[in-house]
Every structure is written in structure tokens, then in C-alpha cells.
């Protein structure tokens, strides 16, 4: 039998599975319906609801403009499958191409798709984290939580982790009139994600929404009552305050333990896969039946030198999805590359922000346009003489023209005139980024590769 | 300009019902240079990125002296230029405060509490058929609704309407990039300072009695000049732009019966026709208002730095590459992402306005009015080539439901 019609018989009548029923998993099914596959369908997930939309959880949901249980993700047709709802999958056996799930239950793929995600990192002390009135934000009912204490009356307002998680809810927080204290262990908020210079614009931006933001501190304690109630937090410089409500955001752990042992590169850093989302094994050999997509995957990019990315972007664990289904029922000249360029937006004080490309890799940064001063402008980062991403202040407008500079390898700094350019020559800064060996809260682009100028390959016998 | 270039012929009256064919010459190549060093861009993506590039500019101010400057203030005038004629930062921080009262998230009832007067308004133009077994659809029903709409938006009494109109007609001719424009050019400035001294007064006196509408609501936000500016300009976009819109759907859909009797029965066509009218027949037919602050690449081409450009946006709306059979009006076109309201910063700031009266006006003229076709084809159309659309659409018509 030929590969070809193997796919054939693949796209009538075969096993298709998906672990992680979110974002990721359902655009995927629905792309595999759409492009004809009429097999069996199987989503697994762990959470108990159908796919839903994790944005709105730290924006307008804790705001009560929407109630989490109504982020539900709009469906683009119907896909005819079958839910496996509140299950986790706790492992998988290649040889036997089965998933194996909590409760005991098998099921068997002819292709496996994994799109399990993150999970919001906890607490570093368990016993701490267990205390009434500490939060972590990734779920629909994370949300639901936070937002019933929120509103029921709480004085002060403890985030941990100035991210993007953590900004927007010091953000909803001011909004709804509570007292916030964001405590940040870098020198500024977004400061992974978008680097210090940038930083520091939303840095003002909190302090003049009330924020009592305390940068490069870190929370070395949080402090309960007698009956486990969270009352007081104890920081890094000595002091203490009087909070009781904590919000942990300290970024993301991605869902990978559950394959331990099944012999594929998959890690705390992700499942890495190639450009056509085909995982790879220990041995960085491509497999031919599993492929990954969304927050847990990692994948090189030519953009990018190759570096490995892993991304926590919604567009690209829709695109990435749409991909992997697209290839897992093709042939392989018909297979496409995920080349997405990363894209992230949040909102937050009232303020678009919005990134394309990858700023972490930026080794310098220009204000193209507007001003760092009026909180409205375009930076854009340098990588090596190379326009390398772009992030914007209200100024969301601007990034498609970006985009093509940054997937045209246009040169940086930029020296054309441009509507809003305020000064004569660009001159670039240093973008500020944090040393990449300290943790930070996330910085939503994670370059997960090495250098191509190390030599750091080590040969892995067994598990990753 | 000279005669035989291909915009002398876009502008040429004789081409005005049916431009398209011109257009479509243009695409062969998308960046084309005209002999006066204008360059105009005709095919989609590339219309749509350079309407999004930074490089481009709408202040007129940055052409290189011996090139039309549309938009600009004469001297004496002494207004500053409407907000679609600046760039960012002064074009951000105009168009914000203006969005203010018009729009979410500060007033997201706004324009949804103009319905019901625009409704009234509607049925009243639509019982005057009654008895007549011939209208004008532009006199009789395209033309005074936006024209009652814009004065609710601004806030202007409808009554001296008789007033402004003339004003309102000089300054869109203005906009016509015509050979021998000079005169219409200074017609315009002339209407453009007369009609600025009409709102100033008008202006003066909202800030002494506020009163509904936008020009009462941004009065303590803005300066006297910038709020007369941007009243000129609201006053004439609100003018000439839907009457053209809500005339072209009417006739297309006059040409089109069979999708006419499905509209009939299905009044949720609606929504897409009247977006593939947008794509089909849009009202603004192209921007002759940019310039190059920088060489930029397009297509292959390098348009110099200081060139005015003109984006065809009718044209870009009909490219083959964008559009499957784009010369076919098909209200089920899917992924219709037309450029009828512009793109980018500059994207229409009546576009919600226009697509509410837009669904006010054409179900329910089609629902109550029933026609026999339209008397001449082509009607005869405006003289202005950028803000194309009928002067007069008669038609005939043989009853009229309640
Ligand atoms: C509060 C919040 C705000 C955000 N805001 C933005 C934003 O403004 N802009 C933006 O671009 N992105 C934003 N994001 C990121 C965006 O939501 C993610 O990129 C997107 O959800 C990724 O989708 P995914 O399907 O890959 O993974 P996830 O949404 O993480 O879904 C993975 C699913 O798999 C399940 N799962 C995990 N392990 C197992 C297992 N073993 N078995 C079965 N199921 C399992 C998980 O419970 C989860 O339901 C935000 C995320 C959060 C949490």
C-alpha cells in the first residue's frame, strides 16, 4: 500500500485523537472536519467544560462585563466528536498507539494531536498557596474565583508577577476601586516580554492608576490566620503588608509530565516538533503520528535563526492547530509550515498593547514612532542589524507595516521617514532585557533553543 | 496632468458611469507612474499596505510645491485641515476626542439612539411615494436622509439646510482632482470658509446653550478652529458619501432583479449585500490625498520620496487577485474584507454611521416600494470622479405597501 493511500484510508475511516480540549484542540478539530476528514474524532480533556476563551478571564471577566461560564469559544461548525470531558490523559504508549487516561480507559489513534497547554505555576510553598485568598488565573474557574472575592469586599490586593496575567489584574483591580500592590522581582513590569525600556512606560502607567507597584522585590512569604485566611505578605526588602487577597502570576508551566516516559522530546520546556508540528522523539527524530500545536509546543523558526519558540500567543495556537491538522492528513508534499510570526495583544489601564516578532530577541530598540513619554508609540527591536519585532503602545495600527519589515529582514535601525517620527535620527538603546538565565514571570515568547554557536547537544539515552 | 494619462480618463466625465473597464487597465500595473510624477496603486494588497505604511502621509503639506495640495487650507481661510488631512499625533488625538461622544467606549449608545428618528425619517420620504408612479430616488429618499442624520450627529438645526448644501457640494468638487480644478478649487475655499463661519457661529453658541449632538459635546475639549474644522469636514463627509451609497445599492440592485426578488424574501440578506455594494460600487472611489514621506518599495516599484499617490480603492475592490469574479455583484462573496471604507488609521470614521442608515434605508425601500426598473440606464452621474454615484436616479415605480 502506498502512502498515499494510506492517507486516504486515514482521512475516511481513521482514529484521530486530541489531548487538551482548549483553544488549540478545538480549532484543530474543527479544521480536520473541515478539511474532510471523516473518521473517528476523540477530545480529551481535563477540565470539565467545553473549549472556552482564556483572554477575557483576566480582563473583562474580573470586571463582570463577562461571566467567565459565557467565554465559551464560538464554534465555526459543527465537528461531530466524541467528548471525553473531566479526564486527564496520563500517558501514552507509542508502541501500542494508545492513550492511556486517568480513570483507567484507553484510546487507541492512528494520529495523535496534543495541545495540553499550561497551567499557571504555583505558589513556590505549597502550604502557603493552600491559604484562603491566594489565586492563581488560568482557568474559567480560576476566574470565577478571584472575581466572587474581588467584588465581595476585600482591602487590599497582593499581585505577584508584573506579566501580562499579572498587569491585567492589577488593572481590573483599579478599575474596580480596590487597592492594589504589585510586587515585581525585575525592574519593571512586561519587562520579559517587552524588556526595560518599554517597561517603564507601564511602569508610570501603573503608578498613575493608583498601583503601588514595588519592583525588583520579591514576596518571601505570605502569612495566614489561625483559620488558614491569607493576611499579610512579607517582601524581599524587609517590609510587610496587609493583604487579603494574593494573586499568583508567575507565569506558566506547560503540561508535559504526562508524557514522561513515552519517549518523546517532550519537557518543562515544551514538546518540540518541527515546522509542520510532527513531535519529535529523544533522539530528535520526527514521528509521523503525533503532532503538537498551541502553548505546549516548541518549534524552530527561520525567522528567528531557528531558535526553538514557544510561544503563549492565542493567534498562534489557532494557526498552529489549523497547521497540524491540515498535515496530519496529508501526504507529505502537501504538508505546510507553521511559520507564524508571534503575535501577542493585552490590554490593560486602558491601553492596547500589542507585540509581533519576538522582542526578547531584541539586542537593541528604536521609538519609530510617538513618544515612550505619551504612552502612545511604536518601539521596534534591532537583532543584529535586522528588524526583529515591534511592540505598540495604542498604536496597534501600525504592527502589519512591521510585520512585513520584520519577514522582509528590512534593516535597523529604520532610517526612512515616517507620519509621527519625532526625531531626526533614530538612536537605539539597549532593549533592557533581563539576564534569560533568571526566572522571570514569562516572558509569552520563550526562545527555547540554543545557540547555534554552542555546542550544547548532549545525547539523551531514554526519557527527555 | 496630461489628456490621454489614465487619470485624465478616470476623471473624464464620459467615463463616469462605468470606470471599471479603466480600472481594470490600471491593474495590469499596480504602481503606475503618471507623467506629472503622481503614482497611482490599483491592486489590493498593495493599496491595503500602503494604507497601513507609516511612510505615507495625509498632510498634503508634505507634497513638494507644484503639486496639488487637496485639502489644505488657503491662507485666508485660516481653518486648520480636517482631521483625515493630518497625520498621527495630531490626526490621533483629534480623531479620539471626536470618538468621544460619537462612539463606544464612552458613548456606545450613541448612534444606536439615532434609530428611531432615522426611522421616522425613512417612512415619511417613503410615504411621499404615495400616488407617484415615478421618483428620484437620490432628491427623494437617498439624499435627505444622511443629510438629517449628519445634523442629528452634529447637532445642526436640519432647517438651514438650504444654507450649507451649496457649501457642502463646493468642497466635495474640491476634492475632484479635475483638470482646470483651480476654479472648483477656489470655489471651495471660498465655500469652505463660509460654511467654517456658519459653524463657528453655530459653535459659539453651543458652548453659551449646550444642546444635543457632538459639536455641543466637544466643545469644552477643543479649540474653536479645530472644532470648526472638524465640523466642515463631518458635515460634508456625512453629505456626499451615504447618498452615494445608499443610491448605488439601489440601482445595483435594480440591475440585479433575481437578487432583488431574494432580498424580498430573505431581509437577512441584507448585512452582506449591502457590504458587497461596499465592495462593488464604493462610494469613495479613491484617495488622491498621500504622499510619500519616504521611498517606499511597492510592488516592484520604488515610489520616490515626496509623490503624491492615489490609492484606487474601486480598483483594488475588483482585483482578481483578492476577489473570485470580482465584476460579479454576489451578496454571497465570503471573507468580503472590501476596502469601500478605507483601511489603517484613516479607516471611515462615519463607517458605523453609514452601514446604520445604510439598514434603515434599503430594506425598508425595498420592502415597501415596488419598482418597475429604473427610467434611464446609466442615470446621469455627479461630475465628481472620487465621490462617484448618480446626480439623479429616476425610476419608475408602481405601488407602495404600508
Ligand atoms: C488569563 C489569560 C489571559 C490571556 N490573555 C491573552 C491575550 O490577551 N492575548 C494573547 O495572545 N493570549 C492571551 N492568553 C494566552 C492564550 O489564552 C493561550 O495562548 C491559549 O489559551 C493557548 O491555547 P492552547 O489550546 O494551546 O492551551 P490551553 O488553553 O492552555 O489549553 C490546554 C488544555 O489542555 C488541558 N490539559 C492539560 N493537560 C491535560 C491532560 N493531561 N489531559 C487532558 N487535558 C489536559 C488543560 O486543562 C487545558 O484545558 C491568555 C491566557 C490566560 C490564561
Redesign the pocket.
Known sequence: MSADTDVEVLRRQGRIVV???????LRAAETLREQGFTGSLTV????PYE?Y???P???QALLGRARPEDTALPRRRDIDAVWRLG????GLDRDAKQVRLANGDTVAYDRLLI??????RPWIHPEEAGLDGVFV???RDD?ARLCRKLTGGVSRVLVIGAG??GS?VASACRELGLEVTVAERGPAPLVGALGGVVGAVADRLQRRHGVDLRCGISVTALEGDYVGRLRRAHLSDGSAIDVDVAVVSLG?VR?TE?LAGSGLAAGPRGIACDAGCRVFDVNGIVTDDIYA????ARSPHPLFDYQFLS???????VEQ?EIAAHNMICAGPDRRPHLWLP?????QFGVNIKSVGVPPLGDQLVVAQGTLGEERFVAVYGYRGRVIAAASFDGAKWLGFYQQQIESGAPFPPEYRTVDRRTETLEPVDPAFPDPHLPTHGP?VTLTGHSPSERRIKFVPSHA | MTPDTISAQIIDYANRADPYPLYAELRKTPVRREDDGTYLVSTYYEVRSLANDPRLSNDTRNRPPGYARPGQPAEESGLPPGFIFTDPPVHDRLRDTINRPFGPPHSPRFLDALRGDLTKVVTELLDAFEGKDQVDIVEDFAYPLPVTAICKVLGVPREDEPRFHGWADALAAALDPRPGGDDAEQKGQQARQELGSYLADLIETKRRHPGPGILSALAPDMTPADLEATAVLLLVAGHETTVNAITNTTLTLLRHPDILERFQKEPDLAVPLIEEVLRYEPPVQFVTWTTALADIDVAGTTIPKGSPVWLMLAAANRDPKRFKDPDRFDPDRKDNEHLGFYTGIHYCFGAPLARIELHMAVPELFRRVKFSGPLEDPPPYRTNAVLRGPRHLPVAIEGLTS
Open positions: 489531548v487538551g480540549a482548549s483553544l488549540a484542540g480529551i480533556g481535563d477540565e473549549p476563551d482564556r483572554p478571564l483576566s480582563k479526564v486527564a490523559a496520563e495541545t495540553t497547554g499550561t497551567r499557571a488565573l488560568r482557568t476566574s501580562f496575567t491585567e506558566a503540561n504526562w500545536a498551541g502553548d505546549v510561544l503563549e500567543h492565542w493567534g498562534n495556537a492547530a503575535m501577542f495583544w493585552s490590554s509569552t
